[in-house]
């Protein structure tokens, strides 16, 4: 991963942003959280961020109208996102979309690191 790039982490449950910012740290990558969509989108962080892991259900904007808000920027982030609510409607519709991983909360180390160096381009 490039030294400047970063993994963002939109969840607007604090305890749970930073739960998953320690792991995505623990696992050797720079994180950043952020308490909404809308907070990230007007960030400075977005321009360094490498994969963005957003949770899906939020209020004002959920983590797949934050995708499509990327998307229609013209911005494409590698993205995984996290849902405490298994719903294979909305994996599918997450994976339709241009997401790549959709994972259930709470979420497995093992299997986060894999998303991530998938996201990333990363050699396993």
Same mark, same amino acid.
Request: with cysteine; aromatic share 4%; hydrophobic share 45%.
């Given at each position: 991963?490039?030294a400047?790039?970063?993994v963002a982490?939109?969840?607007?449950?604090? #305890?749970?942003r930073?739960?998953?910012? $320690? =792991? %995505?740290? !623990?696992?050797?990558y720079e994180?950043?959280?952020?308490s @909404?969509?809308?907070?990230?989108?007007?960030?400075?962080?977005?321009?360094?961020?490498?994969?963005?892991?957003?949770?899906m259900?939020?209020?004002?904007? #959920?983590?797949?109208?934050?995708h499509a $808000? =990327? %998307?229609? !920027?013209?911005?494409?982030?590698p993205?995984i996102?996290? @849902?405490?609510?298994?719903?294979?409607?909305?994996?599918?519709?997450?994976?339709?979309?241009g997401?790549l991983?959709?994972?259930?909360?709470?979420?497995?180390?093992?299997?986060?690191l894999?998303?991530?160096?998938?996201?990333?381009?990363?050699?396993?």
């Amino acid at each position: 991963m490039l030294a400047s790039a970063m993994v963002a982490v939109v969840d607007d449950d604090e #305890s749970a942003r930073e739960a998953i910012v $320690e =792991l %995505v740290r !623990a696992l050797g990558y720079e994180a950043l959280g952020f308490s @909404s969509g809308e907070n990230f989108l007007l960030s400075d962080g977005r321009r360094r961020t490498a994969c963005l892991i957003t949770d899906m259900r939020m209020p004002n904007m #959920s983590g797949l109208q934050l995708h499509a $808000e =990327l %998307v229609a !920027a013209g911005t494409w982030i590698p993205t995984i996102l996290v @849902s405490a609510h298994e719903d294979d409607a909305t994996r599918i519709q997450a994976l339709n979309a241009g997401m790549l991983f959709y994972l259930s909360k709470p979420l497995d180390p093992e299997e986060l690191l894999r998303c991530l160096r998938a996201a990333m381009g990363e050699r396993n």
